[in-house]
T-cell receptor
Framework: GAGVSQSPRYKVAKRGQDVALRCDPISGHVSLFWYQQALGQGPEFLTYFQNEAQLDKSGLPSDRFFAERPEGSVSTLKIQRTQQEDSAVYLC????????????FGQGTRLTVV | QQQVKQSPQSLIVQKGGISIINCAYENTAFDYFPWYQQFPGKGPALLIAIRPDVSEKKEGRFTISFNKSAKQFSLHIMDSQPGDSATYFCAATIGGSNYKLTFGKGTLLTVNP
């Protein structure tokens, strides 16, 4: 595709439910990032992949959050036992090089936990 | 601790006017300062960026001014247009890259026709 694609665009989950958010980066992009954007806030870093390797997961807020990129392309962010405070837009970004090239963001997945 | 503070929270400007958004940072290790533009329902898109070895960078109607001693930088949008209406985020990183961006809280800019 032409850009970073995320699905679903919207997800409503009941508290305690597990969710999986998908990111299709731009083809050939080595780096992939996940960010969390709460309402009215700037995005906050969650985790970083270089190909299939998760090199930084320092921003994941709890052990309920898990991300993977098994073949170095598509990535999935999984949230277990969702809580109301998990409600946010989850943004995925990819970049061509390892770190020093422009990151392109997807449209995000808006997660609402009820 | 908010490492990048952005103001104002919202801004209304008339068409043709100058829009100014300010940011201040705490961490002196930051060495790359990009600005992102975000339209409703879209992800942020890189607008313009500056490194601390220069005090100003201009790209078309968009200019970043950087004051290293004050740890402040600002975005100026000249001849603002209704199509510029969006949320603008300043950000900062360490290592001169787009890795692990630290964003401000954003400024909602409205340009009236």
């Amino acid at each position: 595709g032409a850009g970073v694609s995320q699905s679903p665009r919207y997800k409503v989950a009941k508290r305690g439910q597990d969710v999986a958010l998908r990111c299709d980066p731009i083809s050939g992009h080595v780096s992939l990032f996940w960010y969390q954007q709460a309402l009215g806030q700037g995005p906050e870093f969650l985790t970083y992949f270089q190909n299939e390797a998760q090199l930084d997961k320092s921003g994941l807020p709890s052990d309920r959050f898990f991300a993977e990129r098994p073949e170095g392309s598509v990535s999935t962010l999984k949230i277990q036992r969702t809580q109301q405070e998990d409600s946010a837009v989850y943004l995925c970004a990819s970049s061509l090089g390892e770190m020093n090239t422009e990151a392109f963001f997807g449209q995000g997945t808006r997660l609402t936990v009820v | 601790q908010q490492q990048v503070k952005q103001s104002p929270q919202s801004l209304i400007v008339q068409k043709g006017g100058i829009s100014i958004i300010n940011c201040a940072y705490e961490n002196t290790a930051f060495d790359y300062f990009p600005w992102y533009q975000q339209f409703p329902g879209k992800g942020p898109a890189l607008l313009i960026a500056i490194r601390p070895d220069v005090s100003e960078k201009k790209e078309g109607r968009f200019t970043i001014s950087f004051n290293k001693s004050a740890k402040q930088f600002s975005l100026h949008i000249m001849d603002s247009q209704p199509g510029d209406s969006a949320t603008y985020f300043c950000a900062a990183t360490i290592g001169g890259s787009n890795y692990k961006l630290t964003f401000g809280k954003g400024t909602l800019l409205t340009v009236n026709p």
